[in-house]
T-cell receptor, first 108, second 113 residues
Framework: GNSVTQMEGPVTLSEEAFLTINCTYTATGYPSLFWYVQYPGEGLQLLLKATKADDKGSNKGFEATYRKETTSFHLEKGSVQVSDSAVYFCAPPRQLTFGSGTQLTVLP | GAGVSQTPSNKVTEKGKYVELRCDPISGHTALYWYRQSLGQGPEFLIYFQGTGAADDSGLPNDRFFAVRPEGSVSTLKIQRTERGDSAVYLC???????????FGPGTRLTVL
């Protein structure tokens, strides 16, 4: 069936480090792809999305490009902050199984 | 505009009791999802509605769990004969259509003593 595979965590970085969280998908492709974030003690919220192939989603300094040639939607940020510490989930539409996500901890 | 709301925010009940959890989706959203989340885990799918009908209920763990969405808007998750293992945060999400991003509610924390 259709699915995405996300890099397992946890990931620990120092402030201002570069972040990549890998996400690849199977199947023939999706109309759109999403990254969700869950900050400590809060619910999930959409971080960014891409609505077609080669589209780049961006928000809060995070970026992800929907690449059909590599079937990937990796999340990147050039300089992470302590406030970025959260769990990140990569998902296609109608995602029913989120997995455990990738826990990011940014140290000051 | 208003987001997804869930009531109650917290529910403490005793083993064996019946509980109802309510979800008010964003107005106009046709798709509605229920998940539960335990500490340190991602959301675990329970059931997905498209309109009034349950399009996929494969995540319901057993027949003690049931959900309805009679008018295609508000949904209620019902749990009979609660067990301590049912303790979790129950999340509701809605989306405009089945291909759109999901908007999550704040969750209901259920504690079964």
């Amino acid at each position: 069936g259709n699915s995405v595979t996300q890099m397992e965590g946890p990931v620990t970085l120092s402030e201002e480090a570069f972040l990549t969280i890998n996400c690849t998908y199977t199947a023939t492709g999706y109309p759109s792809l999403f990254w969700y974030v869950q900050y400590p003690g809060e619910g999930l919220q959409l971080l960014l999305k891409a609505t077609k192939a080669d589209d780049k989603g961006s928000n809060k300094g995070f970026e992800a490009t929907y690449r059909k040639e590599t079937t990937s939607f990796h999340l990147e940020k050039g300089s992470v902050q302590v406030s970025d510490s959260a769990v990140y989930f990569c998902a296609p539409p109608r995602q029913l199984t989120f997995g455990s996500g990738t826990q990011l901890t940014v140290l000051p | 505009g208003a987001g997804v709301s869930q009531t109650p925010s917290n529910k403490v009940t005793e083993k064996g009791k019946y509980v109802e959890l309510r979800c008010d989706p964003i107005s106009g959203h046709t798709a509605l999802y229920w998940y539960r989340q335990s500490l340190g885990q991602g959301p675990e799918f329970l059931i997905y509605f498209q309109g009034t009908g349950a399009a996929d209920d494969s995540g319901l763990p057993n027949d003690r769990f049931f959900a309805v969405r009679p008018e295609g808007s508000v949904s209620t998750l019902k749990i009979q004969r609660t067990e301590r293992g049912d303790s979790a945060v129950y999340l509701c999400a809605s989306s405009l259509g089945q291909l759109d991003e999901q908007f999550f509610g704040p969750g209901t924390r259920l504690t079964v003593l």
